[in-house]
């Protein structure tokens, strides 16, 4: 077919016809047309133009690969803007199904919709096309209105199927990118009124947009009601979104109140749910609950094994609780029992576990002995836990003060080594740390180092830290410019 095309222009010109791919008849047509146009621009230009036009032109057609059978649907409804019913009547309804949800894909949910209607009254469309067309519409960030719209035409217009479970589902989940729960509970009521076909999954869609939103009381409500319904049942992803309703509004207190009604469920929480139950009770700081979490997936009944993320909620529970004996007992079981290695995160936690206690240089000794020992990076994070560990309050005497703050520049100097830059929680911690040994000489180093760094700017607390130190030294001259300065920093950035 392509050597019959430029088989004229190639004698006129002496170009060498090129080995045109197999492709379907309606590419086939588009190449004919844009190679037509190219010889009708190049017979008007000299003989040597137009022979390189024609030359170009035949070695883009060489260049051009052989789309798939769905690209050549895209190609035919968006490239050449073409609605070929005998076309599109050829293709395998799956195929044109999937093409609904890339038109929507492709910002063009107005074809997406012609292609359904169209299916819709040839008799071709099935559940299927109803549930691409509103990822399709999903896809293009279309109002949720629209695929109300398109869903209450099929109810009630010549369809040749009936709308099911699976299309129900989606169309509640158009309403998530919006974040429109009160919409999804229209939608969710017009269901149940109409005994439209429902399921679970249509349920833990309104809840996770509920979860979305941080509304905690509808989203256990709607738990609620699925637990009533005789037909239905609450799966894990029902309780994996109250989980991420928690964390939205911040109420982790409720969580054992979510782990209460999956046990009532009569469910066990899988990898994913033990995780987010656990951070819940880091955030609290009950490292019983957590512990009681972990040993269950420890069991050796269990199928599921705890990775490092568990053990390192597991810590921060401790943490969190302030109980450094625990974090360090459940560190040792994660690395020597269970043969986990350590990350930053979890030497973070053990740091906090021991801030402002008498443990906190010897937990920060052991931190940094571990960082060597198993080659974790050290971060900015990393750096600012074991400063801050390395407060021991109060001080006992001025010789503790004064290891505090020899442990606090080692820790500041392997933080340089790393080639990472401090931020101002690094510096005002270190800051505070000279000051608590009295180390006034350490302060005005560090502040002048704070100064000439353009990516870090003094706060608040980096002025108290100043005026603290210098008000117990006496030395009021200081106290006097630290004052002056803190008033200008106010006022340049007020004006910002």
């Known amino acids: 077919m392509g050597h019959h095309l430029f088989a004229g222009y190639s004698h006129r010109y002496g170009i060498q016809c090129p080995q045109i791919p197999r492709v379907s008849t309606c590419k086939y047509n588009s190449y004919n047309r844009t190679f037509r146009e190219t010889i009708c621009l190049a017979s008007e230009r000299s003989h040597s133009g137009g022979k390189e036009k024609v030359t170009e032109a035949v070695e883009k057609l060489a260049s051009i690969k052989p789309l798939s059978r769905q690209g050549l649907i895209i190609h035919h409804l968006i490239d050449l803007e073409e609605f070929d019913e005998e076309f599109l009547g050829s293709q395998p309804v799956n195929t044109l199904n999937w093409c609904i949800s890339i038109l929507g894909k492709h910002k063009r949910p107005e074809l997406s919709e012609q292609l359904f209607h169209w299916m819709r009254l040839k008799g071709k469309a099935n559940e299927h096309s109803l549930i691409k067309l509103f990822e399709g519409l999903e896809l293009a960030r279309c109002p949720p209105s629209r695929a109300v719209r398109a869903w209450r035409n099929v109810s009630r217009m010549q369809c040749p199927f009936t709308p099911g479970f699976k299309s129900t589902a989606t169309l509640l989940k158009t309403f998530r990118p919006s974040k429109n729960l009160k919409g999804a509970l229209r939608i969710l009521k017009e269901i149940k009124v109409r005994n439209l076909p429902l399921n679970e999954y249509a349920y833990n869609t309104v809840i996770r947009i509920a979860a979305d939103v941080g509304d905690v009381d509808t989203a256990f409500a709607l738990e609620e009601e699925l637990q009533a319904d005789d037909e239905l049942h609450s799966d894990l992803r029902t309780y994996s979104s109250l989980m991420h309703a928690l964390a939205a509004s911040e109420k982790w207190s409720q969580t054992r109140t979510v782990e209460m009604r999956l046990r009532t469920a009569g469910l066990r929480p899988d990898s994913t749910l033990a995780l987010q139950l656990m951070s819940g009770y880091a955030r609290c700081g009950w490292p019983a609950a957590a512990e009681a979490v972990m040993d269950e997936m420890m069991d050796e009944y269990s199928s599921k094994r705890p990775n490092r993320s568990h053990w390192n909620a597991l810590l921060y529970a401790y943490a969190t609780a302030r109980q450094y004996n625990g974090c360090l007992m459940a560190y040792e079981r994660m690395v020597s029992k269970v043969g986990i290695r350590p990350d930053s995160y979890s030497m973070v936690a ?43 309050m109060p001080y006992i005497s001025q010789q503790e003060a ?60 980096t002025f ?18 630290i004052t002056a300065l803190r008033d200008t920093w106010n006022t340049l950035f007020d004006n910002t």
């Open 350 to 392: 053990l740091l906090k576990a021991a801030k402002r206690s008498q443990a906190g240089r010897n937990a920060v000794f052991f931190s940094l002995n571990e960082i060597k020992k198993y080659n974790i990076p050290f971060t900015v994070e990393l750096a600012a836990s074991a400063i801050a560990c390395c407060r021991t």
């Open 402 to 461: 004064e290891k505090s703050r020899d442990m606090a520049n080692q820790v500041w100097d392997s933080l340089l080594q790393s080639d990472i830059k401090p931020n101002r929680v690094v510096y005002n911690t270190l800051l505070a740390a000279r000051a608590d040994a009295g180390d006034v000489e350490g302060v005005r180093q560090l502040f002048e180092v704070l100064e000439n760094d353009n990516n870090v700017y003094p706060d608040e607390a």
């Open 464 to 481: 108290r830290i100043l005026l603290r130190t210098y008000k117990s030294q006496g030395n009021w001259r200081e106290l006097e410019n």
